[in-house]
């Protein structure tokens, strides 16, 4: 006699069963009744939307955090703060001919920052900026090929 399955398989996906899926011959199937099915369908439903619940509460946690940095920026600029200056200096390393590399050093100048976590009213995190205070940016100015042949 073979003995049928009260769960669905596809709704037992990774799941253990309880024991009713390895009876003996000559015990029956347990009647769960008409519901068993809609449960299945409901479990599956769930487990499917699991990530999905997890995607939006990342999104929602991370504009969440960049508004409340907004605001308290605001709140900063409203009383004179939340902006300062920071001195940069540029580099630009253009490579020329014969693999040489010019480097090109621009006098240091004063940018514009804000105090805060991120970039907002187009203008960097002061933090940021002190980080990459000089950094060098490479210029290729070989013509655009589309292999590399070195």
């Not at 990459?132 to 100015?141: I, K, L, R, T, Y």
Request: include cysteine; hydrophobic fraction near 40%.
């Amino acid at each position: 006699m073979a003995v049928d399955l009260a769960v669905p398989a596809e709704a037992m996906r990774g799941r253990r069963s309880f024991g009713d899926d390895h009876l003996d011959v000559d015990r029956e199937v347990p009647d769960r009744g008409p519901a068993q099915s809609v449960i299945a369908e409901m479990a599956g439903l769930l487990r499917d939307t699991r990530g999905s619940m997890f995607l939006g509460g990342s999104v929602l946690s991370a504009l969440t955090i960049w508004v409340a940095d907004w605001l308290i920026l605001q709140i900063r600029v409203s009383r004179g703060g939340g902006v300062d200056t920071v001195s940069v200096r540029h580099h630009f390393a253009v490579h020329i001919k014969n693999k040489r590399i010019e480097q090109d050093m621009q006098p240091l100048h004063d940018e514009e920052c804000v105090r805060s976590l991120f970039s907002h009213n187009d203008e960097q995190p002061c933090w940021y900026l002190e980080k990459h205070a000089n950094d060098a940016e490479d210029v290729n100015s070989s013509p655009w090929r589309f292999w590399n042949d070195q």
